[in-house]
């Protein structure tokens, strides 16, 4: 497994990605855009894992415009008062525009180095909205669009992604915490019924008894049986769209 760390130029400034492939020259690409705790060992081992299937792995840092910052401990940054003010801080200060511009910077950086097959996003928690998001900018490019217990899916505010579905070429999957404050039924119902009016080929599968953060190894709701589910469903969804 490679691993190298590039530097992406974007119109903000330069962000920071670790980039992760096999060494049988990938053509297609992922984009893995970050949970609120930022780049950290274990999105590293989950990009990785993600290679080890074919692909040329992204992890941006979508923090970048204020960086240095953290590192954070996913399973207590929350419940420390300074350290939860540095992430709402962080999670405030990064709109979901910037990260869907920065987008067309992290899909040049991937052309750049080899991947210049279709592309596929994939985001956890924050980055499950903005993974759709960038599918809806960038429909010529991104053929496959998943989050994983992402948030506000098809929320209230004009960045909603189910707001912008008229956009997405790219097929669809969301995985949905069955517990989840953040993404509630009827958030689910309203992004289904954007996402068939736009005649978006999708899925949305709720995983019953998992926690919001279920399938991140450092997560205080990691579920090992819960993220084992959403490997074979990433798998089996990037193998029929990037590859097929």
């Not at 525009?97 to 279709?118: H, N, Q």
Request: proline fraction near 5%; hydrophobic fraction near 40%; aromatic fraction near 8%.
């Amino acid at each position: 497994m490679a691993r190298k760390e590039i530097e992406i130029k974007t119109a903000d400034g330069t962000a920071r990605a670790g980039l992760f492939q096999t060494g049988n020259g990938a053509r297609a690409g992922v984009i893995l855009y970050m949970d609120a705790f930022g780049p950290r060992p274990a999105l590293d081992g989950m990009a990785e894992r993600l290679a080890s299937e074919g692909y040329m792995v992204l992890v941006p840092d979508l923090f970048y415009r204020n960086a240095p910052y953290g590192p954070f401990d996913a399973a207590t940054a929350f419940g420390q008062e300074d350290s939860k003010a540095a992430l709402m801080a962080l999670l405030s200060g990064t709109t979901q525009e910037m990260t869907v511009r920065d987008s067309g910077a992290f899909l040049e950086a991937l052309a750049k180095e080899g991947a210049g097959g279709p592309v596929g996003t994939v985001g956890y928690c924050m980055g499950g909205a903005r993974a759709l998001n960038a599918a809806a900018r960038y429909g010529d490019r991104i053929k496959a669009a998943a989050s994983f217990h992402g948030g506000n899916l098809a929320g209230d505010a004009p960045d909603s992604p189910h707001r912008h579905a008229a956009g997405i070429k790219a097929r669809v999957y969301v995985g949905s915490a069955g517990v989840d404050r953040s993404f509630p039924p009827e958030q689910s119902a309203r992004l289904a019924q954007a996402l068939r009016t736009a005649e978006v080929d999708h899925i949305i599968e709720n995983y019953v008894g998992m926690n919001h953060g279920w399938c991140v190894p450092d997560h205080t709701a990691f579920d090992a049986a819960g993220a084992e589910r959403h490997w074979r469903r990433l798998a089996g969804f990037f193998g029929e769209t990037l590859r097929g």
